[in-house]
């Protein structure tokens, strides 16, 4: 019995009209839009965490958390863990062990705030929002 060709095994099928992405050009394709993703959604945040821990100095404060301030370490640490949940698991993780080495200097360098948890104002929030902040 001959052999059917690949074009006649595809026209029987009945979803014939979604075309199969095969070869490089289809691979280059998620890697650009990956790329794109990555730069967009992830260096912005991932930048400014690390221009806030790169100020030099022994220990540092957050900038007041009544005014909205684009270089905030802490904004900026919300977007990285949201983006850590939103991420496929592999590349969720890649970034967690990114970052795992900011959160340590910043633990490091930036000191408790000790009325956050007596007023209550930081309740529910995550640790790094925790830290001491200019002018309080």
Known sequence: MPRKRPGALRAERSDHRRPIRRGPL???DDVTVRRWYWRIRVEGPLRRYR???GQPGRR???PRA???SPH???DARDDL???MSELPPRIGGELRRMVA???EELRRR???DPHAARVGRWYGTPWWWHRLREDL
């Open 66 to 68: 009544d005014l909205y």
């Open 51 to 53: 221009r806030f821990l």
């Open 81 to 83: 863990e949201r983006l």
């Open 26 to 28: 289809a691979e280059l």
């Open 60 to 62: 540092l404060y957050l």
């Open 110 to 112: 930036t000191i408790r």
């Open 72 to 74: 905030d370490p802490a």
């Open 101 to 103: 080495p900011l959160d």
